[in-house]
């Protein structure tokens, strides 16, 4: 019994291993990964040196910085920065990346052989969910060399750094199933990368709404806000209630992934 | 092997299939046979677990494909009708990943590799990108992913559809030789591809299975009534009548020059209408046996199914 539960989850896990690699390196190695890494780099070595070089003119002239705790944090005057860079470059990039993964393969019919397979749905969704979370790890751990470098020089606080960084990783695991759950909708790739922006930009703006409203409203507003989740992040807080919401919105996404691969068995 | 009963399926208000049922023995080919949207791809798509019918049920091998289908897709090679290949990998590769996907023990893999690649003609290119093959050359990687599995059964989706004469010769070839060792349904609506390769037709119109028989008994069927065009450059007011009255001929219908004539099946009426046309100096442009195409087989079947 518990033998055969094991080797049960032994194959679940190989076959969504073979799509997450199989995806994983096709969108590695796809021009669009290079061109797009590429050009965010560029960004980033523009932005992060300029605004090192700001805030060390202001730290120079003391008389200038305003909050005597706050003007001196290195964290606060250019890792911000960085972080809100590095989430609008996600915003917008993780729909293009995601969009091939299934949108792609129902333009190739290749979405018929894995249709065909003895694979689940479940297992081909989660492969290629995994496959992209993989692809923007790479990019995140990559990005971190720019705070990281500055450490060679000065002292910086590492425990904001790296909850702001957990932080983006939350957010990756949310825009990507949203990317996934776009890239279902049809076979165009435009489209899904369309859709995708659009929801990851309403994702947002329900937050914005919360501000004014009092009472129930507004706490369900203020725990669906990405904005106040991220902001605990970066205050260097890891708040469980914050994991939990980005776990279970991303499930949220997914499952209507699964249902929308799944209305293609019941309907076509 | 197959065993399909009562199988419907519609999308939205309109019904692909209805109340489809037949059964093939291992090791045998079966040529499902139905012009453009008679609902074979349809079918196959049910057969092999893409899409849940909305009645009716399918077992292979004594699996049955909605109850367990990871255990009944292990028994399948499936070439859709677009042969799925991802363009930007090698045509190796493909087959390889196909192969683990399709759960081949590992240590078979590379083997099972090289024995398709040579089944289907493919080892010159093993090594290139599927994106710059030719679509001959696609469609039998599409083929070679089919068949890489091993599979006890083969679903093939018109495997011959847009490739020149040649390429479709050499994809026919390769089925013939495939005989024995895997059960196939092909489906076509080319009535001489199943001639060439099936031992037993299924027919389907409109989503009904119009008839099933062996190859012997669709000739048959198909011989049973003969037809003769005529062309003539000058026609008078009495020559249907006149064409009526020739030993042998039964009826006679006329569409401006030409006339469409059912006759009896002895062989000496070709020469008999053409004397006959010649004596009378009415101008004879053309004598033909009519052939028959898909569309006469299905009208003849159905007008049988009727009576
Ligand atoms: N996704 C779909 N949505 C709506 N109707 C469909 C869909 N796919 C097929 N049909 C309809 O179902 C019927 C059967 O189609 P099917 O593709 O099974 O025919 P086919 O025999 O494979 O034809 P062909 O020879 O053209 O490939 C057709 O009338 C078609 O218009
Ligand atoms: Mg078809």
């Not at chain 1, 969504?16 to 070595?45: E, N, R, T, Y």
């Not at chain 2, 070439?79 to 081949?104: G, H, R």
Request: include cysteine; proline fraction near 3%; hydrophobic fraction near 45%.
């Amino acid at each position: 019994m518990m033998k055969s539960l094991l080797q049960e989850m032994k194959f679940f896990f190989k076959q969504m291993f073979l799509v997450a690699q199989k995806d994983f390196k096709s969108m590695l190695f796809s021009p669009l990964f290079f061109v797009w890494s590429g050009i965010s780099f560029i960004f980033l070595s523009y932005i992060f040196p300029r605004d090192l070089f700001r805030f060390a003119m202001s730290y120079a002239m003391p008389v200038m910085g305003g909050d005597p705790n706050q003007g001196g944090n290195i964290h606060f005057n250019v890792f911000v920065a960085h972080i809100s860079y590095i989430n609008l470059i996600l915003l917008f990039s993780i729909p293009v990346l995601g969009m091939k993964l299934l949108a792609e393969e129902k333009q190739n019919h290749t979405f018929d052989l894995l249709m065909t397979a003895p694979l689940s749905s479940f297992q081909m969704i989660l492969g290629k969910y995994f496959a992209l979370i993989s692809l923007l790890l790479v990019f995140l751990l990559c990005s971190l060399f720019y705070p990281l470098s500055t450490g060679l020089f000065v002292e910086i606080p590492l425990g904001p750094l790296f909850s702001s960084y957990l932080g983006l990783f939350c957010l990756v695991v949310l825009y990507s199933s949203v990317a996934l759950f776009a890239s279902s909708l049809s076979s165009s790739l435009f489209l899904s990368a369309f859709i995708g922006m659009i929801f990851n930009i309403s994702l947002w703006f329900i937050s914005q709404q919360g501000v004014g409203d009092s009472g129930l409203i507004s706490s369900v507003m203020s725990y669906i806000s990405i904005a106040s989740h991220l902001t605990n992040f970066i205050k260097g807080s890891i708040v469980i209630s914050s994991i939990v919401f980005f776990l279970s919105s991303a499930c949220f996404f997914l499952f209507l992934v699964f249902k929308s691969v799944e209305f293609v068995r019941w309907r076509a | 092997m197959i065993k399909v009963h009562s199988l419907s399926k519609s999308y939205g208000s309109r019904q692909a299939i209805s109340d489809v049922s037949f059964e093939i023995n291992k090791g045998e080919v079966v040529g499902f046979l139905g012009p453009n949207g008679a609902g074979k791809t349809t079918t196959m798509k049910i057969l092999t677990g893409y899409m849940v019918p909305h009645k009716g049920s399918v077992q292979l091998d004594g699996i049955d494909i909605l109850k367990e289908p990871l255990l009944a897709k292990k028994k399948l090679g499936y070439l859709p009708e677009f042969p799925p290949i991802y363009t930007d990998m090698y045509v190796e590769n493909y087959l390889q990943y196909v192969a683990k996907l399709k759960l081949c023990p590992k240590k078979e893999i590379p083997k099972r590799v090289d024995l398709t690649l040579e089944k289907v003609g493919l080892k010159e290119v093993r090594k290139r990108l599927i994106k710059n093959l030719s679509k001959g050359f696609k469609q039998r990687v599409g083929l070679a992913q089919a068949l890489v599995s091993q599979p006890e059964i083969l679903i093939l989706d018109e495997p011959t559809v847009g490739l020149d004469p040649k390429q479709v010769k050499d994809i026919r070839n390769t089925l013939i030789q495939l005989k024995g060792q895997h059960t196939i349904i092909l489906s076509t609506h080319i009535l001489s591809e199943v001639q060439i390769s099936c031992d037993r037709v299924i027919v389907i119109n409109k989503g009904k299975i119009v008839m099933q028989d062996s190859l012997t008994g669709l000739s048959q069927k198909m011989r049973a009534k003969r037809q003769i065009v005529l062309t003539v450059r000058k026609v008078s007011d009495d020559l249907l009548l006149k064409l009526k009255k020739v030993q042998g001929v039964i009826s006679v219908t006329q569409e401006d020059r030409s006339f469409v004539l059912d006759v009896e099946k002895e062989n000496s009426i070709n020469e008999d209408l053409a004397r006959f046309v010649v004596n009378n100096s009415y101008g004879l442009i053309e004598l033909k046996e009519k052939s028959f195409n898909l569309e006469d087989v299905f009208i003849r079947l159905t007008e049988q199914s009727k009576k």
